[in-house]
């Protein structure tokens, strides 16, 4: 199976891309996995619905065009469902059982998903009721994986 993780806009911080480069390399004995990421929009300061929403649908049409029929798509969204690690990990291992090839997570921008894509996923998943910043989703994104595939496996793993 493959994971990717895409992503709107590029990480800033160092920091930030020094974390997804070590749960990249953990993850690299478990799956095959992939960060992409699509170009952000330059949202104005007090930007209307409609910007907002046409601004949305611009990231959303730079998204789809990586996502193939048979991929199975998961968009992080504060709607989604929420598990807890064990049952993520149960989740990681029946995409694997049922014979997923492709498994994509997708995390919108700063202005979150377009209704698009929202549409072609075939679920969604959220970590909180929170709101997280996109970039800081990658992170507890990939963090959540790892721990899932170390769960799945009975490995160690702090709690």
Do not use: W
């Not at 480069?21 to 929009?41: F, G, I, P, Q």
């Not at 694997?96 to 075939?122: C, N, P, T, Y």
């Not at 997280?132 to 990939?142: A, C, E, G, S, T």
């Amino acid at each position: 199976m493959k994971i990717t993780i895409l992503c709107v806009g590029k990480l800033k911080e160092k920091f930030m891309r020094d974390a997804v480069n070590e749960y990249t390399k953990r993850l690299s004995r478990y799956v095959k996995l992939e960060v992409a990421e699509v170009a952000d929009e330059k949202t104005p300061d007090h930007a209307s619905e409609r910007e907002e929403e046409l601004i949305r649908e611009k990231e959303g049409e730079r998204l789809l065009r990586h996502i193939k029929g048979e991929d199975h798509v998961i968009a992080l969204a504060i709607t989604g469902d929420q598990y807890d690690s064990v049952a993520f990990s149960r989740k990681l291992d029946g995409y694997g059982m049922s014979g997923k090839g492709h498994v994509i997570f997708v995390i919108g921008g700063s202005l979150g998903l377009s209704e698009q894509v929202l549409e072609r996923a075939d679920e969604e998943l959220s970590f909180s009721k929170m709101t997280f910043p996109h970039q800081l989703m990658r992170v507890i994104l990939l963090e959540q994986i790892y721990r899932g595939y170390r769960i799945s496996r009975g490995e160690p793993y702090h709690k």
